[in-house]
């Protein structure tokens, strides 16, 4: 059984869009491309390794939206945990921002 918000088309754009920026800013991150968006790798990771990690998290973020309840499910908190991630593998601030507003509309529909 799965939970339909009744936003869920602007949540999907909002977590779409967010991956795309995070995607685009993981690629100009490994360019070395400096952006005000991207955070230096945490832990000390390599960049390449940060590079892989933030792709999985983008490829997940992708596969939430596109696909519900398929690999993950589409609630308002598995978007919340993918946006912090999205920041802390160097997939940007503004991709997090779009994933985080997402995941506020789906908190504020199951008030």
Known sequence: ??????????????????????????????????????????????????????????????????KPNKPLPFHWLVLLILAILLVLFGAGIWACVLVIIAALIGLIEDL
């Not at 685009?24 to 390449?48: C, S």
């Open 1 to 66: 059984m799965t939970k339909h918000y009744k936003n869920e088309g602007i949540m999907k754009l909002l977590t779409v869009l967010g991956a795309v920026v995070g995607l685009i800013t993981l690629i100009l991150g490994l360019a070395r491309i400096e952006n005000y968006g991207f955070i230096d790798p945490v832990f000390g990771l390599d960049i390449v390794l940060n590079f892989i990690v933030g792709l999985v998290v983008v490829v997940l973020t992708f596969l939430v939206a596109l």
